[in-house]
């Protein structure tokens, strides 16, 4: 599918805590974002933030009516059940949590996530009316043993395998080279592009429509000074930023690149 031929799609900049933030810091870093941006009506992206579990309520609070979306981390595919630790879609949709990260390849190397586990997950949060972003992406090996459409398809298919066809474009997909992830490499604006296409085109396969209406981002290593060249490419629709959401300043530079 020529990029030239897809629809404008409304870029999304999302900022991912991790295991970081007080309450009290995270009370602080929403008002600093807040004097930052702009209105929501004249922001070059959609923003959200994904913060830890204890902070979602007061993330919620202080960014209501905002338009800045508040995303969890993770969330487990039951309702409920004997999962100890584990948190709902229905518990987030309490609180008014907006979306969920799912898949974060942190997720799937330290507490061994599988793509089927991925795949309830997927619709339960769509179930649940929360907007899943679903990460996926290679290692290095997988890169130099040039695995990383076989890996990105496997990823991408199994991962919305329960989600209907006509609800496809309600999943955001994160392109996150695991070897680009907290490391301070970063894929080149190429490299993203082809990946990101890749994936594109795989949800084509499923639905054309959806394809051209579904939003993927870029993950790994995004900072102020490489956004806008990531930014830039046709079929890169925005960021899953870590690290450098952490400081509102630097995140909100991040935002401001998605500008065309």
């Known amino acids: 599918m020529p990029s030239g031929s897809l629809p404008q799609r409304t870029p999304a900049i999302v900022g991912n805590w991790k295991l970081w ?3 009290a810091q995270a009370a602080d870093h ?3 974002l807040l004097a930052l941006l702009p209105d929501e009506g004249r922001r070059p992206a959609a923003v959200g933030i994904c913060a830890p579990f204890t902070s979602l309520d007061l993330c919620v609070e202080k960014l209501s009516g905002s338009g800045v979306g508040v995303y969890a981390q ?8 004997a999962f100890t630790g584990e948190v709902s879609a229905p518990m987030l949709t309490e609180i008014g949590i907006d979306g969920v990260v799912l898949g974060h390849s942190e997720r799937r ?4 996530e599988t793509d089927r586990a991925l795949q309830e997950k997927v619709a339960a949060a769509l179930a649940a009316g929360l907007r899943p972003i679903l990460c996926v ?4 090996d997988e890169r130099e043993a040039g695995e990383t459409e076989r890996k990105l398809r496997h990823q991408v298919q199994e991962g919305l395998e329960k989600v209907e066809s006509e609800r496809l474009a309600e999943v955001t997909i ?6 680009a992830v907290g490391t301070g490499q970063v894929a080149t604006p190429e490299i993203a592009q082809d990946a990101i296409a890749f994936v594109r085109a795989l949800v084509a396969d499923r639905a ?3 394809a051209e209406r ?14 806008a060249a990531i930014l830039a490419q046709p079929d890169v629709d925005g960021a899953l930023v870590g690290g450098a959401s952490l400081d509102p300043e630097s995140f909100a530079r991040i935002i401001a690149a998605a500008a065309p």
């Open 208 to 210: 054309k429509e959806a």
């Open 214 to 227: 579904i939003r993927v981002l870029y993950g790994g290593s995004v900072k102020p000074d490489n956004a």
């Open 74 to 81: 993770t969330m487990h595919q039951e309702e409920s059940g």
């Open 21 to 23: 933030g007080t309450r």
């Open 137 to 140: 992406g290679e290692t290095e």
């Open 174 to 179: 994160a392109y996150e080279p695991i070897w």
């Open 109 to 112: 190397q330290f507490f061994c």
């Open 30 to 32: 929403c008002d600093r």
